[in-house]
């Protein structure tokens, strides 16, 4: 069973980056495609990115397209996500999220999850 953990979170001014790193503690990585998502305060959850277990595919939300860049290390059982010129609406607790699917266009049949980790940005 597939037990992510993400970290790489925290405060940044408008304009920065952080690079957000999801393990899968397990390490029952395998086949498995990767995605981010992102829950604001009083919002509903909301798909950021995706990648395909080769990392071949990747498929992102209108709006990180540009500014957000997912990818994976297999070896090290963990995927990153990238975000830069972070503006103020980026701001939410973001979440790495597991799935057997290749189906990249398809982000409500995610099976696992972690916890989340804060990103705040100001502006």
């Known amino acids: 069973q597939v037990l992510l953990v993400e970290s790489g979170g925290g405060s940044v001014q408008a304009g920065g980056s952080l690079r957000l790193s999801c393990v899968d503690s397990?390490?029952?990585?395998?086949?498995?495609?990767m995605g981010w998502f992102r829950q604001a305060p009083g919002k509903e959850r909301n798909f950021v990115a995706a990648?395909?277990?080769?990392?071949?595919?990747?498929y992102y939300g209108d709006s990180v397209k540009g500014r957000f860049t997912i990818s994976r290390d297999n070896a090290e059982n963990t995927v990153y996500l990238q975000a830069n010129n972070l503006k103020a609406e980026d701001t939410a607790v973001y979440y790495c999220?597991?799935?057997?699917?290749?189906?990249?266009?398809?982000?409500?049949?995610?099976?696992?999850w972690g916890q989340g980790t804060q990103v705040t940005v100001s502006s």
């Open positions: 999220a597991a799935k057997l699917s290749p189906v990249l266009r398809l982000t409500t049949d995610y099976r696992y």
């Open positions: 397990k390490r029952a990585f395998s086949g498995h495609t």
């Open positions: 990648i395909t277990w080769s990392g071949a595919d990747t």
